[in-house]
């Protein structure tokens, strides 16, 4: 594997690399770190040297902690099933619920709410619906008011939206911020001190996108999910995290906030942030890079080293 990585790094097929932490059986075997230009979110923070103790934007694997959250949350009767109402749980919304009835959390948690929603656009277009979102006057009505176009539950669609909602259920179910929530009951039990979830101009933490993490810290979230939650998530809950619900084009199916491949599990945020849990081989890799609206095309080169693809 440690050829295979260094071919890779001499070739410049992963220029854009940032961190890379492998753990194979709980033990961390391969950790190494670059420098390059950053962004949080969409603010440059200009040339970074990176180390085990720079935090790095997640951007979209974000999502994926929060359908975590969500199951701790559950596992201590504070948030409804998936299969509540989703409209239910946003009842200063009365005028929305017509034709939405049918929706339920499972729906937001699979993206398969079946609204109109375009996020195929750069994050720096203001019609791209996340950055919309961030803008609206009220995130969770402008996601809950977006048009029905199709029936809800059949077709998978890219929604930081959906996440939104998920994180804000956890919100109220907890009483407090779901990032500080996260902090409490994931982060602290994992030895994780080092975090930071932006929050939007309405002090609302953005769900779909705001975490960032040490890539180490990263991987210890992944190997949290290979042991079976560890008694910090519920084992139910990492089972129905990871039973594929929904295809995803025509290279993976799709769970709760995770994605599923081949016998891995997989978080994916844009700019290359990736994390793969690979149960049959008792393997993690945390990867974070810079190539932010340009594609996954770093992070992939160093997968595919690693996993000898």
Not at 30 to 53: C, I, K, P, Q, T
Not at 64 to 83: F, Q, T
Request: hydrophobic content about 40%.
């Amino acid at each position: 594997m440690a050829e295979r990585i260094d071919a890779v790094l001499g070739s410049g097929r992963a220029s854009g690399l940032h961190g890379l932490v492998v753990m194979r059986g709980g033990e961390v075997v391969v950790e190494w770190y670059g420098a390059g230009v950053d962004h949080h979110l969409n603010e440059s923070l200009g040339h970074v040297v990176f180390d085990r103790d720079t935090l790095h934007d997640l951007r979209s694997v974000s999502k994926s902690v929060v359908a975590l959250v969500y199951g701790i949350a559950l596992g201590e009767g504070l948030v409804p099933e998936p299969g509540e109402s989703l409209m239910r749980q946003f009842p200063e919304f009365p005028d929305l619920v017509p034709g939405r009835e049918h929706l339920t959390i499972e729906h937001a948690l699979t993206m398969t709410l079946g609204i109109e929603w375009r996020e195929d656009l750069p994050y720096t277009d203001p019609a791209n619906g996340e950055i919309a979102m961030e803008f609206a006057p009220d995130r969770h009505r402008y996601v809950l008011e977006r048009p029905v176009v199709e029936e809800a539950g059949k077709r998978w669609s890219y929604c930081g939206g959906a996440s939104a909602l998920v994180g804000e259920i956890v919100s109220r179910g907890v009483g407090r911020p779901m990032d500080d929530y996260a902090g409490e009951r994931l982060f602290g039990p994992l030895g994780i001190s080092e975090y930071f979830w932006s929050r939007g101009d309405d002090g609302v933490p953005r769900a779909a996108s705001g975490l960032r993490l040490r890539p180490i810290d990263l991987a210890a979230v992944g190997q949290l999910v290979l042991d079976g939650g560890r008694d910090i998530v519920p084992g139910e809950w990492i089972r129905e995290v990871l039973r594929a619900r929904v295809v995803v084009g025509d290279w993976a199916e799709y769970g709760y906030q995770w994605y599923l491949n081949g016998g891995r599990a997989e978080c994916i945020g844009n700019g290359g942030q990736r994390l793969v849990v690979v149960p049959g081989e008792e393997l993690v890799v945390a990867v974070t890079a810079g190539e932010y609206d340009e594609g996954q095309g770093s992070s992939q080169a160093v997968l595919d080293a690693v996993l000898g693809a």
